[in-house]
């Protein structure tokens, strides 16, 4: 149990180290371990440069402070504050030592330099180096040239203090950091995680649950936002191919089932109907059965976005076209006075289906007349289609462009059809780059208005 647990332990640490938020936290990490690294070696390198060049300078203004006593003839003060720290030496044009302090009496000189010069040296006093420097004196015996040199100790004490501190410090303020930037990154992050969980749990049957929504307004309450919207474009996908299945299995059951009746009584009662009566029902039942299989696999195609072919259509012969068949089997009158001339680009089989759903829509509501009117409007063509019937009520006109939609007062099948009719309309027309509204005719039924984008082929 033990190792198990150990395990399962390090497969925490691992899969920690791949997220997001240990990522960026080694990131921020080494980035800021560089910047303190290479800022801390800058630190130092100028501090103890500005220590050195304090002593050379001390060591200059003593030696020109020697330098002047020496040419007013006047004694010079050989005098030291620290015995092992620094020294004065007065020598000859030949390097001979003419005066000293008293820590370096009968010592030879500890360099030779001009003056105006200086050098790092070491001296009898100690083996830590000392920095020398040189100044020129004449006096009445002769140029002298007067050395002083201190010695660098306080400066690598200092700088050794520093660096030890900022070595004991910067892993101190890297581990803030790395914490900081942990706890950071990871509040940041937790909303993302609790969507990723929520979107985790959601199936096919919980479409309706929604990610948890962040008050700020930022890129992750936008994320989720997004996700939302999302979610609930699946969910009415989904109610909406659920409805769909089911319409059309119910709309397939009802000539199948009157298939079936129908021969099941021929099988049980022959005497009572006749080969030709079962097949009139059996032929009628299959062409209903076609045209809804045929409906049903162009909306399947219409919902795989496939681009129609574009090709000139005269878009008046298509009317033209459907308003003879109507004459031919309907009793209401067809009006075409106001159909003119249009062109657009697109499928001529497609668009002359929207005439023919169209029509069939006008005949089966109106009562005595069918208008058809179109016109170029120079960047489209509208085309309208009224009829005399009883009309759709407004808060409905919306609904009958979807599938399987059929109002109350159309509910039969032998008069309402399969409600596919306009919804194929709308989907072909959009398909094109139009649009199809729905609103009352001023012959008091309804008006179908279909906009396209003109094309001059």
């Known amino acids: 149990m033990a190792v198990d647990r150990v395990v399962a332990r390090i497969r925490r640490v691992r899969a920690r180290v791949g997220t997001v938020r240990a990522g960026t936290t080694a990131v921020a990490t080494v980035i800021v371990a560089v910047a303190l690294v290479v800022g801390a070696a800058a630190l130092i390198a100028a501090l103890r440069g ?29 005098e030291v504050a ?60 002769g140029p002298r040239t007067v050395v002083v040199a201190r010695a660098l100790i306080g400066v690598f004490e200092t700088t050794s203090l520093i660096t030890r501190l900022l070595i004991v410090g910067l892993p101190i303020v890297l581990f803030v950091v790395a914490g900081t930037t942990w706890l950071t990154v990871g509040r940041a992050l937790a909303p993302v995680e609790a969507i990723r969980r929520e979107v985790d749990e959601v199936s096919a049957a919980q479409l309706h649950h929604r990610v948890p929504q962040p008050r700020t307004d930022d ?5 989720a936002s997004t996700m939302n919207r999302m979610l609930a474009r699946l969910e009415r996908a989904r109610n909406s191919q659920r409805r769909f299945v089911s319409d059309a299995a119910h709309e397939l059951r009802s000539p199948i089932t009157t298939i079936r009746q129908h021969a099941e009584v021929a099988l049980a009662y022959p005497d009572r109907t006749t080969t030709e009566e079962l097949a009139e029902v059996v032929l009628a039942e299959d062409l209903r059965m076609q045209h809804l299989v045929e409906d049903l696999l162009l909306l399947a ?13 005269d878009v008046d012969d298509l009317v033209f076209d459907e308003a003879h068949r109507l004459r031919s089997i309907t009793s209401p009158r067809v009006d075409t006075a106001a159909v003119t001339a249009a062109r657009v680009r697109g499928d001529a089989d497609a668009l002359g289906r929207v005439l023919r759903n169209l029509g069939d829509n006008a005949a089966r509501h109106a009562q005595s007349r069918i208008d058809f009117a179109l016109t170029d409007r120079g960047g489209d063509v509208l085309l309208t289609v009224d009829d005399d019937g009883p009309g759709i009520p407004e808060p409905e006109r919306g609904r009958v462009l ?39 005719s001023p012959l008091g039924g309804v008006r179908v208005a279909v906009i396209l984008p003109a094309g001059d082929g």
């Open 50 to 78: 500005t220590l050195i060049d304090e002593v050379e300078e001390s060591a200059w203004a003593q030696a020109h402070e020697v330098a002047r006593q020496l040419e007013s003839g006047r004694p010079p003060t050989l």
């Open 82 to 141: 620290g015995s092992d720290e620094q020294l004065i030496q007065v020598l000859d044009p030949d390097g001979e030592v003419l005066a000293a302090s008293r820590n370096v009496t009968g010592e030879a000189a500890v360099a030779r330099l001009e003056p105006g010069e200086s050098a790092r040296v070491v001296t009898p006093l100690d083996d830590d180096p000392f920095v020398a420097v040189a100044a020129g004196a004449q006096t009445p015996a």
């Open 402 to 440: 979807e599938r399987f939609v059929r109002l109350d007062t159309a509910r039969s099948r032998d008069v309402g059809g399969s409600g596919l009719g306009l919804a194929i309309v709308d989907e072909i027309v959009r398909a094109h780059g139009g649009s199809v509204s729905i609103s009352e």
């Open 219 to 223: 890129e992750i309450g936008r994320l």
């Open 301 to 313: 195609r219409a919902d795989e976005h496939v681009r129609p072919p574009s090709a000139p259509v």
